[in-house]
């Protein structure tokens, strides 16, 4: 392994452990080594504005910075799909940091060019990167309750279960907050049914299994409000389910 693969991986497994510091001192020095611009260089800007914006959410430039130009070599480069997730890391980065109108505006900018792009993953994880920042705000949980089902449905019709649960989960959320814990358990129960479903179609045992550990935060959430309601032997279940094969 040469010295920059050793730095990035260096970087990476500090991340992993949220030495958020040292995967920025481990980047930095990658980044003196690079000598051209390609996706291993954009991939190494999208790093260290993930770093950056980890370390201070608040502060904007150094984020920002390495996200707009590991944006501009896909760009160059003609990666459309690359440049639409950087679209969308900006908008984080902006959320995250404040910067609502801006944040709104990035994902926008993303979810347009999914649709010229034609990529139905992509069309629906725009549409829920927008759903998660509108429903921060009171005011914009019903867009984005909007903008879920949308996305659940792209993504069910045609099979990205992942997107399709994501979206799931943040109208679980939503249904929460509006109609009370209750009424959410009882659909969590239901969507980890589906799961069930799902999982019951892949057929090898380490990649179902995989899978089901991906989707860990449904079982989470649902367990969460089955001890809020004082349900202690469902939350065992629910915690047995995950579990399985």
């Known amino acids: 392994m040469d010295e920059y693969s050793q730095l990035i ?3 990476d497994q500090a991340f992993q452990r949220e030495k958020t510091l040292d995967a920025i001192r481990a980047y930095t020095s990658a980044e003196a080594l690079v000598r051209n611009e390609d996706d291993e260089t954009a991939e190494l800007f999208y790093k260290l504005s993930q770093a950056y914006a980890a370390l201070s959410p608040k502060e904007l430039e150094k984020p920002l910075d390495y996200a707009r130009k590991a944006f501009e070599i896909h760009k160059k480069m003609g990666s459309r799909d690359l440049v639409i ?32 792009l034609g990529d139905e993953s992509l069309v629906s994880t725009c549409m829920m990167s927008k759903a998660d920042m509108l429903s921060s705000k009171s005011s914009g949980k ?5 903008l879920y ?3 659940s449905d792209i993504a069910e019709k045609n099979g990205i279960w992942d997107n399709y649960f994501e979206a799931q989960y943040g109208l679980l959320e939503i249904k929460r907050g ?4 209750e009424a959410a358990f009882s659909e969590a129960l239901e969507l980890l049914d589906r799961v069930d479903k799902v999982c019951s179609q892949i057929k090898n045992k380490k990649e ?32 047995q389910r995950l579990r399985e094969q």
């Not at 902006?94 to 979810?111: F, M």
């Not at 899978?211 to 004082?230: G, T, V």
């Open 9 to 11: 991986k260096q970087g």
């Open 208 to 239: 179902r299994g995989d899978f089901r550990k991906s989707l860990s935060y449904l079982y989470d959430f649902a367990s969460d409000i089955a001890m809020e309601l004082e349900n202690v032997e469902e939350a065992i279940k629910i915690a």
């Open 178 to 181: 509006k109609d009370g814990s």
């Open 149 to 151: 089902h949308k996305a």
């Open 142 to 146: 019903k867009e984005a309750g909007e």
């Open 85 to 116: 997730m950087d679209l969308l890391n900006m908008a984080y980065i902006n959320h995250n940091g404040g910067n609502q109108k801006e944040s709104i505006s990035s994902v926008d900018t993303a979810l347009n060019a999914a649709n010229e």
